[in-house]
C-alpha cells in the first residue's frame, strides 16, 4: 500500500521559509516522477514542480521557480519542497504526488497522478 505522508507546514508571517517534506512507503522510490501541487482556498489544485527518479530533470511552475525550490532524497524515501520568500498568495494545502509513469516530468493535468499524499497546510500572514 502506497502512502505518501506531508509534513513542514504551518502558520508564518510573510518573508519566511518553510520546507516542506513528503516520506513515501509502498513503491520503489527512485523508480518515480515526484511532485508537489497545491490548492489555494477556494481556488482548483495548482501544479507547483516536480523531479525525475534520479532527481537530474525538475519541471517548475514559472513563476514560483524563483522561490520554491523541489528535491529529493532517494536514500530515504524523501521529496522537499523549500519555499523561500513566502507571500499571503502561498496559502494553500500542499499535496505531495506521484505521477503514474516515469517517462515524464510534465504533469498536464491532475489525472496523471497516480497517488496523493493526504496535505499540509501552508498559512501565510501580512
Not at 35 to 55: H, L, Y
Not at 97 to 106: F, G, K, N, T
Request: charge should be positive; glycine fraction near 8%.
Amino acid at each position: 500500500q502506497v502512502q505518501l505522508v506531508e509534513s513542514g507546514g504551518g502558520t508564518v508571517q510573510a518573508g519566511a521559509s518553510l520546507r516542506l517534506s513528503c516520506i513515501a512507503s509502498g513503491l520503489t522510490f527512485n523508480d518515480n516522477v515526484m511532485a508537489w501541487f497545491r490548492q489555494p482556498p477556494g481556488q482548483e489544485r495548482q501544479f507547483v514542480a516536480a523531479i525525475s527518479g534520479s532527481g537530474t530533470t525538475i519541471r517548475n511552475t514559472p513563476a514560483l521557480k524563483s522561490r520554491f525550490t523541489i528535491s529529493r532524497n532517494n536514500a530515504i524515501n524523501t521529496v522537499y519542497l523549500q519555499m523561500n520568500e513566502l507571500r499571503p498568495e502561498d496559502t494553500a494545502v500542499y499535496y505531495c504526488a506521484v505521477r503514474s509513469s516515469p517517462d515524464s516530468v510534465i504533469f498536464e493535468t491532475t489525472d496523471v497522478v497516480k497517488y496523493w499524499g493526504k496535505g499540509t497546510l501552508v498559512t501565510v500572514s501580512q
